[in-house]
């Protein structure tokens, strides 16, 4: 199925299938790291609507509430597709 | 070819400053967290029987700058004949896309591989010369710590040739770099160490909250301990049992009275010189520095040194991004901010990281307004301090009220919204104490050299304004706020005309003035908020412009204002 990152569960592992920001926005997530066909692991979520925290390969981002639910990630859950 | 001009380019925080330190032997701040420089910095270095400037730039993801630090970088490389391109090893892919921009370019480059040590405990084996094939352009693994392969890398640089590979899409890019690394880079899987779990204890927001104020407790206690022990053991004996028979033997000479002897020694009293009542030059001018303002310079520079180098500051921005948010600011702000309680010149050098205008607007004027520098907090410890600790936790906690009522109010009043947090957080590195001590003897060198003279300067103006009859002058006109809103009796305008100057000079004048707890207290908070020093200012207004700083200062006057006479209503002691 596939979630935003602010969907994700602590400790869940995705790949990023899209990213649906404004051009400026999506240059600036992928700098960081984050693009199409990465593999990346949410580690945490600040509570109200707070940064996200995501590791990619060896290094860790934290990146904005409203950012993060741009991001889109497929994962595999238990009885889902 | 011949190399005039050498650029150190690279993501934040992958070590461009530690290699511009080893390259030129310049001492720069360097420290663990992204943004550390803001302005480009320049040296020297000697090749053969040339040498070429080389500059540190401040750090880029891309080529398509999103703040102004990252457009000094993109213009910067417009003039250069040579990049080095130092990435940090550790994090290959994402920052070979900013090589890959490079390469396009038509300037020689050199790729460094730095934090190479680091790669060993990460688990990660990079094939140093499959990637110097796939790139084309010489790759040399370095340690900007230790200085491991400084060498090799300036036997390089007058090898180095333009590649300028065709331009690519975005996606070609991350398509390519996608192929490098897997042809150069293999990840092993390993056992979490210590540091590590200690980094997620102090970010999860259950176990990071209670770890942020454990940090910030014994901060201040650090800085408190460490400062009041030299002020008591080294500072004070130093003045009373060294200083003080010099100086009572040139009063003597000075005739003990006069406008010479008030200018040099200050006035007498009792017949004794009194180190925060006298207020000569050579006593006050003195004392105010080296005996009340530096011990708790070289205190807080020491413990922000450690958290820096440790790689604190950026999982506190994090934490912090939430209440950031409310005042319209995004985490990142509270690093400037931390910066400012040093000094607010950096901190409002720092403010360049933050991405818009109504960001650093904000920023700015909360810094200015309710952030004082540690050389205010001293003065204000010192000399509130005296009719006890409750009153010094006063005048910090209105201040921090303000900084939350203001920043909520603007955030209000200003259109657009705040922007949001993206950043990289590094991994926690154990302070090595040579740069710990080397960044604090910097700062404490940039304190003697850059505030000292002023705090002389304006001590030696005071004495003139006295004698010239001017602050008895402004005393008159300023009289009906300092009295009638403030309670405060009219010489306390000395302090607000020196307060423009310098900020711990300013706190000391209401000294001398036998003012009460509560006069005391409000002087100490309307000084630290109605303006900023000067040298902040100027910085301001190069960072705003001049019409958002106008704005600003008119802003800081009001609170002043408000808050000031806010105090003399509610305060009752």
Redesign the interface.
Known sequence: MIISIVGMKPGEVGTVTDIQGGQEVTRRIQGMGIRIGKKIEKQGSHFWRGPQRVLIDSFKVAIGFGMAEKVFIKVERNGNK | MEINKILLIGNPNVGKSAIFSRLTGAKVVISNYPGTTVEFMQGYIKINDTRPAIIDIPGT??L?P?SKAEEVAVRMLKDGDLAINIIDA??L??NL?LTLELLEKDIPVIVVLNMWDETKH?G?EIDAGKLEKALGVPVIPTCGLTGEGIKDLVKHLPKAKAKKIKCLT?EER?RHI?RIIEDVQK?HHRHHTFLERL??IS???ATGIPFAVAVIFCAFWVIRFVAENLITYVAEPFFEKLWTPIAMKASALLGSGGFLHDVIIGKLVDGKIDYTQSFGVFTTGLFVPFAMVLPYIISFYLVLGILEDFGYL?RF???A??FMHRLGL??YAIIPMILGLGCNVPGALAMRLLEGRREKFIAATLMAVAVPCIAQIAMIVGLVGQRGGGYVALVFSTLGIVLIVKGVILNKVLKGKS???????PPYRIPQLQGVIKKLWMRISSFLKEAVPYVLLGILFVNILYALNVIDFFSKIFSPILRNVWGLPEGAIAALIIGFLRKDVAIGMLGPLNMTTKQLVIGSTVLAIYFPCIATFAVLVRELGIKDMLKSAAIMLSVAIIVGGLLNLILRF
Do not use: C, Q, S
């Open positions: 993801y891309t398509d999103t550790t994090n892919e994402r896309y990460k990660i975005d991350w996608g990840l980094e997620d970010i999860k927001p950026p921005a994090v934490l991004d939430n995004h985490g922007p949001e947090i993206l950043m990289e957080i």
